[in-house]
Structure formats: structure tokens, C-alpha cells
């Protein structure tokens, strides 16, 4: 009973946080997308700052990567409907993947944030861990 209440306050809380998250998400492709335009086209303020192409693909790579565990997601609390365990540990997952990438999404817009209680090499394990987990138990439905 109490599994099942985490999950109803975890899901409400993802899925008022899940339109901010994508929304950022794509913007930030977007914003990827017309530099890698403007890297191709040969602007000359742009390649000062990103002299090649490289950087550009890999960060719509990773981009792309953070969406589709969103789809990831999705699927698997499809695969999880009755088992309220499972379903518990792929929300709880979730909700600290999305609160970790909003948390560096926010860091990087501000110059300086005094205080703040998660390292970024500590978020990025986070981001890892979940993404880890996902494929472990997507590969584990296959089966």
C-alpha cells in the first residue's frame, strides 16, 4: 500500500516535471543544431568559437541519447503495470534522472551558484546510473 501511494506522488511529480524537461531538452537541440548550420556555412564568429563540427555532433548525440530515455521510460512503465516494485524503481530512477539534468540545465545558465550540494561529476554519475539501469532492464524484458 505504501509502494503504491510513492509511486502516485512519484508519478505526479514527473509528470508535472516532464513538459519543463523535454521542453528543454529540444530547445537546447535546436540551439545545437543551428550552431552545427552555422559551423557548416562557414560563420565566422561561430567557428572562432567552435572550430569544428565535432563538439557540435556530439553534443546533439548525447541530446538525442537524454530524449530517447524519456521513450525509454515510457516503455518500461508500460512493461511494469502490475508489478508495483519494478514500477517504484524505474519512477524513482526517472524522477532523479530528470531533477539531475534540470539541476545542470539551471547551473549552466547561471555564472555562479554559492552553496549548491551536488558536485557535477556527481550528477553526471547520476545521469549514468539511471541511464545504465534502463538498458539493464530493457535488455532484461527481451528475454
Known amino acids: ?9 512519484y508519478e505526479n511529480k514527473i509528470e ?15 540551439e545545437w543544431e543551428k550552431t552545427l548550420q552555422k559551423i557548416e556555412s562557414g560563420d565566422e564568429i561561430t567557428t572562432i568559437v567552435h572550430p569544428n563540427s565535432d563538439k557540435a555532433l556530439e553534443t546533439l548525440a548525447i541530446i538525442q541519447k537524454r530524449i530517447d530515455m524519456d521513450k525509454k521510460y515510457i516503455h518500461l512503465r508500460g ?14 530512477n526517472y524522477l532523479k534522472y530528470m531533477q539531475t539534468l534540470i539541476w545542470i540545465y ?5 555564472a555562479v551558484r554559492a552553496g549548491e550540494q551536488m558536485p557535477l561529476t556527481d ?11 534502463f538498458d539493464v532492464l530493457l535488455m532484461a524484458a527481451s528475454l
Open 1 to 9: 500500500m505504501l509502494t503504491r501511494l510513492i509511486n502516485w506522488h
Open 16 to 30: 508535472a516535471l516532464r513538459p519543463k524537461f523535454l521542453r528543454m531538452l529540444k530547445k537546447d537541440r535546436e
Open 79 to 92: 512493461l511494469a503495470v502490475k508489478d508495483i516494485t519494478r514500477r517504484y524503481m524505474i519512477n524513482s
Open 106 to 110: 539551471q547551473m549552466s545558465n547561471a
Open 123 to 133: 550528477a553526471f554519475l547520476v545521469l549514468q546510473e539511471v541511464e545504465k539501469s
